[in-house]
């Protein structure tokens, strides 16, 4: 069987450095499951590079009907990490700092070299 065309794909991004993954493990899964055409979803996880072999393996093991590709830079995530004002470090939750909550500005710089994304 062969899949929708490229320009019919519906790609899906989330960031996180969160190593709970069941949020996102139910937001595919709900997609996939729920999905007229679930062959259209390409879903994007981009991750911390320490964490993207784990991440991929559980997502690929918990997810067999879905398209994931896992994505991690550990350069631009230091440059996005080093964009954050300390002040802005100093004065909200350190979660809030995380460079996986501005990752979306970027999301044209960790998707480079994507086998989906052209």
Known sequence: LRGPPRASLVHVCF???DTDLRALLVAIKTAVDTAQDPRRFVFH????VELATLFD???HMYLKAARVEVH???DLQAKITS???TKIVTNLRQALASPFNFASFYLHEFLKGSKEVE
Do not use: E
Not at 45 to 48: D, F, Q, R, Y
């Open 15 to 17: 960031c996180t450095d």
């Open 45 to 48: 996880v981009i991750v911390p």
């Open 57 to 59: 393996y559980l997502l």
């Open 72 to 74: 991690s830079n550990a």
């Open 83 to 85: 964009l954050i004002p």
